[in-house]
């Protein structure tokens, strides 16, 4: 229905109610821009979360002594073995000599004249290491490669493979165990009466042998030429004969890497905290309160158990006159030069420098910390706001439809008098 009160009176009503309404709704307005502020403060609160736990994963990522400038091993000729550190955190330097290789069985049948050549039929069992299984040979795969395809095929088989090579003389089929070492070699048990005759006319190609090398004089032997038991945190990756020596030393490279990534997210943490500091929460104490006491962090003095003690400045960290965080490279330096473990040990000990950092930033950050603390506290007072625009919209709905009656009426009155008027001037 359309309404247009004050068309008999020729008062502009409509325009009167409309200013009336957006009068009557000023205190709905100052509510909705004080949930919007609470909307901005709200975000800012999810900044200084945000740059709180980039931070705290960059600190923590300082709080382990195998990943923090972790060891790394590496060979004196890789020709002869590759090392490579599985998680050490001793320093080593050992020489080894290796003897042998460890080589994967391999055997050979007689030669036949070709691949599809008629063999007997039967049970063949095959063991190789703890894998044992059996193929049967049937008038539907009674040949050389209907064999190969049996034990290809074995749902038991996982310690060998077959296949035919077409050499001089014919074509044989070979078996290679999966595993080197002398613990996987191959035994075939084969049908009494079979053209491939018996287990012992198995030939081999290849004798299975195990790894064996000298360690600092004593013997070492290995099934496997990755050789991954002999030195804690070493696997050795054996390649040919020959002597080499093996160290393993703290990757300086890699703890250069997270500390400066360390440095980065504590910067980008730092001016998040001055920049809603001086803005959205300028009057609010928590963002210089934070930077304050993580900055004072870098002041106090840490212990290791040896009783030797020294700060985040004696580490190298500086800040310039802005407040910026960086490290100095002549005391980085002299810092390392007194043991690289020592270094590592002011971060990763239990109360190390680590450790404050992020157990200083799960108060904020953790669940039920200070941060979640003072957003639940806007959302309670946004609910509140939402609360009382709800029951100012519902008056204000009310207050309209009663205006708008009133208005109406008074019109009508209007109209009527303005009707009663013109008769009465007509008339005289």
């Known amino acids: 229905m359309i309404t247009a009160a004050g068309a008999g009176s020729g008062i ?19 509510l909705n821009q004080k949930r919007a502020e609470l909307d901005v403060e709200l975000s800012a609160y999810g ?16 709080s382990s002594s195998s990943d923090l400038g972790g060891f790394i091993a590496s060979s004196s000729d890789e020709d002869v073995f ?18 042998s290789l460890a080589t994967n069985h391999r055997m050979s049948s007689p030669a036949y004249e070709s691949s599809d050549a008629a063999i007997e039929q039967g049970t063949f069992s ?12 049937g008038a539907g795969n009674a040949t050389l490669d209907g064999l190969r395809d049996a034990i290809n095929d074995s749902i038991g088989n996982t310690s060998m493979s077959a296949s035919i090579i077409n050499v001089d003389g014919g074509s044989r089929l070979v078996l290679t165990a999966s595993e080197s070492g002398i613990d996987n070699e191959i035994s075939v ?46 696997t050795l990756n054996l390649k040919s004969v020959g002597t080499a020596n093996v160290t393993t030393e703290r990757d300086t490279e890699s703890l250069r890497t997270s500390l400066d990534e360390f440095v980065t997210k504590y910067n980008s943490m730092s001016d998040t905290l001055s920049s809603v500091g001086s803005s959205t929460l300028s009057g609010d104490q928590l963002p210089k309160g934070i930077d304050s006491r993580m900055r004072n962090l870098f002041f106090d003095s840490f212990e290791l158990d040896n009783g030797d003690s020294a700060t985040a400045f004696d580490l190298g960290f500086t800040f310039d006159r802005y407040g910026e965080l960086s490290i100095d490279e002549t005391k ?63 008056r204000l709905d009310k207050a309209s439809v009663r205006l708008r009656a009133q208005f109406t009426a008074m019109d009508l009155v209007v109209t009527n008098l303005q009707s009663t008027s013109s008769f009465l001037t007509n008339s005289l």
Do not use: M
């Not at 409509?14 to 100052?30: D, F, G």
């Not at 007194?338 to 239990?350: L, Q």
């Open 189 to 234: 048990t084969s049908p009494s009466v079979l053209g491939l005759g018996t287990p012992t006319e198995f030939t081999d190609i290849t004798p299975a042998e195990d790894a064996r090398l000298i360690i600092h004089g004593f013997a070492v032997t290995s099934s496997s030429n990755s050789v991954s038991d002999a030195i804690d945190g070493v």
């Open 12 to 30: 502009d009503i409509e325009s009167i109610l409309s200013q009336l309404n957006e009068i009557n709704r000023q205190p709905v307005t100052v």
């Open 332 to 394: 980085y330096t002299e810092a390392l030069e007194e043991g690289v473990d020592r270094y590592v040990g002011f971060f990763t000990a239990d109360n190390g420098l680590s450790t404050k950092f992020t157990d200083l930033a799960d108060e904020y950050t953790q669940s039920g910390g200070i941060l979640d603390v003072r957003e639940d506290g806007v959302d309670t007072r946004q609910s509140n706001i939402d609360d009382q625009i709800d029951r100012l919209e519902y």
């Open 126 to 137: 095959f063991t190789s290491g703890e894998n044992s299984f059996d193929v049967e040979v």
């Open 82 to 99: 590759t090392a490579v550190s599985s998680g050490g955190d001793i320093s080593e330097n050992l020489d080894i000599e290796v003897l």
């Open 47 to 62: 900044s200084v979360k945000s740059a709180l736990s980039s931070f705290s994963s960059a600190a923590e990522s300082l």
